[in-house]
Structure formats: C-alpha cells, structure tokens
C-alpha cells in the first residue's frame, strides 16, 4: 500500500509543502530514509538530518519546513502526526473469528461469535469474550473475568481472577493482571514464634477502556476493593502495580517502575523509568516523576518532581558517598549558627 502526501494530509487534516503526489510506502528515521519512505522531525536535535536526509515525506513544524526543498507535511505536532501516520503502514495477520480446537472453554463461560480464542488458550468459569476480543496463543482468562469489545491478550496473559478489561484494551505478552496482592499480617502469639497470616485478596482489577499494558508487567488484584486503571491509562513492560492501586485517565508509567498498594495517582500523569510510589499515598493529576526517583510522600501540586543522585564519575561519587555521613553532624553544628547569627 502506497499513500501519496495529498492523501494522507486529507487523512490527518495536514498542510502539504511541496509535490502533493509524491508517494511513501513506509517509514524510517530521517538518517535511514529512502525515497519511498516516511519520515518525521519532531525534536530539533536532530534538525541537522533534516538536510541529508533521503526521505520521500517528512512530517515537521511549519517553522522547518520553511526552506525545506523536499516534500513536507506540517503538522502541530509531527510526533503524534507520525504515530497517526505509521498507523496505515502495520501490517497484522487476520484473525479467524471462532474458537480454536485446542483452546478450552469452561461451559459457563461466554464467547461472542465475532471473537477469536486461539491455540493453547483457556477461558474460566463465568468469563466473558465480548465480540472482537482477541485470545492469543496460550493466554489463560479465569474465573469470573470479561475481556471488552475490541480488546486483545496478545500471548502468554493471564487474567488470574476477577479481571474486567474495557474496550480495545491491548495486553502485550506475559502481563499477569489479577494475581494475589501483597497481604501479610504478622501474628505475634504470646510465648510462640511470629509468624506471617495471608490476608485473602477479595477484590478485582478494572481496567478502562484504550489501556495499554507492556510485557511481563503484573497488576494485583485488590484486597476488599478493586484495583482500577482508569480510562487510556499507558503502562510500558516489567510494570508492578500494587493491591487496590487507582491510576487516574491518561496516565503513562515507563518501565521498571512500581506503585505500592492503595496509593493513588492523578490523571495525565506521567512516571518514569526505574520510579517508585510508596504505599498508600496520593499523587495529584499532571505530576512528571522523573526516571528513578521514589515518591515518599503525597503529592499536591502538578509540576515535575525528582529525586536520586545523579550520575558522576566514580572518583567523585565516592568523595561524595564518604561526605553524605557527614552531612548530619554539619547540620547540627551550622544550626546554631544559623539560629543566632550574632553569636
């Protein structure tokens, strides 16, 4: 398939800069573009390649495609433009609607006709598959669970129990949503040993509509409550998601990173790789948590937060580790001094 730079600025309601019938037929990066293939430009370091590059389409700001002899389509943002774009350019296999022979199928449960269960798979007692699910490979649906209209298990899921996905939620491979939370009571008998006391994890997970999970993430299910994933919430891969967590719309966390049980983050937030939420906190809608940080204590405000010591040669990181031991007893002597500066 083959798409002409008129045809996709009619598409995505874009401005054509220079031969309206020039034709792309996929993508690359600027440096590694050929004449058939669409680009963009969205971060200005690398408006250097803008030059060279061989690109048959570039997507760009207006103010790059001023003096741009190429063929541009400028757009607001080129990034978002870009993903709109590359969209018409995956190619994906089609699904044959029904159930596979080797796929298992409680008698309870529910599998629209326009859904698709495939090999290996398995569906548990009382679940739902609404019409245009996808079941992959080897994927495992338990009890009591609903996989919305449109939404996909790529392989290898497992919604353990009490699992319940919006529409067009798509679950990449290895994500455990559903499992036990992270409950223990320490039990400290009189004249006996402590010992740890499970605390069952009664509720579920809700996942909105147009969720994303990544790859081997795991998100537990609740201990009374639900956990909850509001509506186009983004989670990239090796994600852990604590028991009764709620994570507002919008809100994307890159990988590595971890919410502890019952905290609360806000909408159209964003977490980065690495960064840690301690339990039972409450982060506020539009807060940037940057890669690596911890959270320790609620957030009120939107803004950007940080934390962590940055990177540093290591002869100067361990000047820097032998002074942190120090930093009390400086405090407690310029205390005084500060407090009574005429002294």
Request: glycine share 14%; with cysteine.
């Amino acid at each position: 398939m083959t798409y002409s730079a008129a045809e996709l600025a009619n598409r995505f309601g874009l401005a054509v800069h220079g031969d309206p019938e020039a034709r792309v037929s996929g993508v690359a990066t600027l440096a590694r573009a050929g004449a058939a293939d669409l680009s963009f430009l969205a971060n200005p370091r690398y408006r250097a390649q803008l030059d060279d590059t061989g690109a048959g389409i570039v997507l760009m700001r207006a103010a790059d495609a001023d003096g741009y002899r190429g063929t541009a389509l400028v757009a607001a943002d080129p990034y978002v433009a870009f993903a709109r774009a590359a969209a018409l350019f995956e190619t994906r296999e089609a699904r044959e609607l029904g159930i596979h022979a080797s796929a298992v199928v409680e008698p309870s449960a529910q599998v629209a006709a326009g859904a698709h269960v495939g090999p290996f798979a398995s569906i548990g007692a009382r679940s739902v598959v609404e019409a245009g699910a996808i079941i992959g490979p080897g994927c495992v649906v338990g009890e009591d669970c609903v996989v919305g209209a449109g939404s996909e298990l790529v392989a290898r899921v497992v919604l353990v129990r009490r699992v319940r996905l919006g529409r067009r939620v798509l679950v990449h491979p290895g994500a455990v949503l559903g499992a036990d939370g992270f409950g223990i009571a320490l039990e400290r008998p009189a004249g006996g040993d402590a010992h740890w006391v499970k605390v069952p994890q009664l509720g579920g997970v809700l996942v909105g509509d147009d969720c994303e999970i990544g790859a081997n993430t795991c998100i537990d299910r609740g201990a009374l409550d639900d956990t909850v994933l509001e509506e186009d919430v983004r989670l990239d891969n090796q994600i852990q998601v604590g028991h009764n967590v709620r994570i507002g719309a919008h809100t994307a966390m890159a990988g590595c990173s971890a919410v502890a049980g019952s905290a609360r983050i806000g909408r159209y937030c964003q977490i980065g790789g690495g960064a840690g939420v301690l339990g039972h906190l409450e982060v506020c809608d539009r807060v940037v948590v940057t890669a690596m940080s911890l959270v320790t204590h609620s957030i009120r405000e939107p803004g950007e937060y940080s934390s962590g010591t940055p990177l540093m040669d290591n002869r100067g990181w361990r000047k820097a580790a032998a002074r942190f031991r120090q930093l009390d007893a400086l405090a407690r002597r310029v205390g005084p001094l500060r407090d009574n500066p005429g002294e």
